[in-house]
Structures are given as C-alpha cells and as structure tokens.
C-alpha cells in the first residue's frame, strides 16, 4: 500500500482564491509527522507546513493551514487567497520511527498547482 | 554551514561511468537522507544514516549504489557503472534528532542533477 497518497495531479486556481491538495496517509505508528513541502521549478523543496499525530489543533503557517483528520488519515493543505508565486508542485511526506533509531521520511508524487491570473 | 549544500550541482556522465556527488549537511544535523527524484515524480527514498551509521539502505536500486557518511557530516553517494535510468535529481536532505524526532523537519540541498548519455 502506498504509505503517502495525492489524487489530484494538477490543480488550478484564480488568484487570491483559497485551494485545497488532497493527502492522504497509512501508517501503524503512534508517532508520526506530516509535513507539506513546496517544490517551484528552479527545483529546491521548501518547507511549508508541519502537523503532528498527537496535535489536537490544526497547524497554521500565514497562508497556509492543515486540515488533519486522524480518524480518517487525511492531512490536507489549504492555501488561502493564491498568489502567482504559489505556482509549483507540492508535495506531502510523512515522517516515522521513533528518537534515537530508525526513521522513514516518504514522500507523495505531488499535486502540481497552478495560479491563473 | 548555513544550509545543505550539494555538489556538484550538474553532472553529465557517459553511459558506464563512475560518478560521485557529495552532500555537506547542517553543522550538528545528526539525520541525513538521499532521495532521487525522476523528471515530474515525488522524491524517492534511497538512503538513510543517523550519524556515521547507515540504518536503512533499502531504497538504493541495485549494488552500483553505495553510500557513505564515514565521519557524521559529509555524505557521498556513488554510482558505479552508470546507466540511463540513473538519470534524475539527487537530493539530500538533513535533520536534528531530538525527542519527539518524528517532528524533525527535513532541510533539503538544492540537488545534483545527473544526466547519463
């Protein structure tokens, strides 16, 4: 079973619109991390957005929030009023393994978002 | 270092050659990763060490890739033998460990692009 998964392949939406990227996530662990990542095409991964599994609250960064539904291990983000430079791919991951040992960080393929004027 | 720096940043390579990339992680970043990313894919996982050790080396995908972090910092992935469908993006990323490790953001390189001819 894919351990990250992202159903919409390419997304578009008017500037200053708010938009939402599907992630959903399987995992046995307890502990875990999702944590939303955008990649524009000069290619560097920027860190958006981090929500834990024991986080009651969902997480907000300026524009962007996570919508977390562990029941149903769902971690979408919400990208509120679209800018042009929010134009790229974005990518979900999930972090797993306890401290002191082994960890697992995987990645979806990525929902690629583009801001139409 | 300020950031994670990778190098060298484009390396074009004839099918059959050897090629090395280097990574030179966060100073005190304890987790470093390597993921190869295919044109339009998400990252895929390679490599994994925590310190000098190598806990996890599943995701390389044949016995040309080795990996090594022999002092805890500097990373080098090599390719032996080179065949076009090693043509990707490299990233390396790092991170602290600390309690709660599963909330450690990864901090990512700016990749070295391979090409194989």
């Known amino acids: 079973a894919q351990k990250i998964t992202q159903t919409q392949p390419g997304m578009f939406v008017q500037e200053k619109e708010a938009v939402t990227l599907d992630c959903t996530y399987d995992t046995s662990d307890q502990s875990y991390g999702l944590f939303w990542y955008k990649q524009p095409s000069s290619g560097e991964m920027i860190f958006l957005i981090y929500q834990g599994s024991y986080d009651e609250q969902n997480a907000t960064e300026g524009r962007y929030s996570l919508n977390f539904q562990k029941a149903r291990k769902s971690a979408n983000l919400v990208i509120s009023a679209s800018q042009l430079g929010d134009s790229a791919m974005y990518f979900c991951?999930?972090?797993?393994?306890?401290?002191?040992?082994?960890?697992?960080?995987?990645f979806g393929i990525g929902t690629k978002l583009q801001v139409i004027p | 270092g300020a950031g994670v720096s990778q190098s060298p940043r484009y390396k074009v390579a004839k099918r059959g050659q050897d090629v090395a990339l280097r990574c030179d992680p966060i100073s005190g970043h304890v987790s470093l990763f390597w993921y190869q990313q295919a044109l339009g894919q998400g990252p895929e996982f390679l490599t994994y060490?925590?310190?000098?050790?190598?806990?996890?080396k599943s995701g390389l995908p044949s016995d040309r890739f080795f990996a090594e972090r022999p002092e805890g910092s500097v990373s080098t992935l090599k390719i032996q033998r080179t065949q076009q469908e090693d043509s990707a993006v490299y990233l390396c990323?790092?991170?602290?460990?600390?309690?709660?490790?599963?909330?450690?953001?990864?901090?990512f390189g700016a990749g070295s692009r391979l090409t194989v001819l």
């Open positions: 060490f925590q310190n000098e050790a190598q806990l996890d």
């Open positions: 990323a790092s991170s602290l460990v600390e309690a709660a490790a599963w909330a450690n953001v990864l901090t």
């Open positions: 991951a999930m972090r797993e393994g306890g401290s002191g040992g082994y960890q697992k960080v995987t």
